[in-house]
């Protein structure tokens, strides 16, 4: 009887890698999540999260505000709910495959 693999990586799903192993393909993972154009918020141990975009700038969108009589804050409202910044956890397991979860408030409406 043969053993199952993933299809992706190649790997034995019965088996469990080193944590050496598993943290050079977290770094993998977080460095190719970078090339794509993501910043490394915090990387611990087996877990690292990642952002894609930048913050609100909610005083710029203040002044636009006041500055055309309120018909600016359609777009600051919804700038503030689907604009900004996206975090994703990436998180390896025991054998190997990469899991990333979208954390934050946000992850509701994407």
């Known amino acids: 009887m043969s053993r199952r693999t993933d ?4 790997i034995d799903l019965a088996v469990r890698l080193p944590d050496r192993q598993r943290k050079q393909r977290l770094e993998e ?5 970078v090339a794509l154009g993501a910043r ?9 999260i990642v952002v894609r975009g930048r913050p609100v700038n909610h ?9 055309t009589c309120g ?3 359609t ?3 919804l700038l503030g709910l ?14 190997g495959h990469i899991a990333r979860r979208r954390i934050g408030w946000y992850k509701r409406w994407m």
């Open 71 to 73: 018909f600016w804050l």
């Open 29 to 33: 993972a977080v460095r190719s999540e």
């Open 59 to 67: 005083i710029l969108h203040l002044i636009l505000t006041c500055a």
């Open 7 to 10: 299809n992706e990586w190649g």
């Open 82 to 95: 689907f604009g900004g910044e996206r975090r994703t956890m990436l998180e390896i397991t025991e054998n």
């Open 40 to 48: 490394v918020e915090a990387q611990a141990g087996f877990h690292a």
């Open 75 to 77: 777009p600051w409202v």
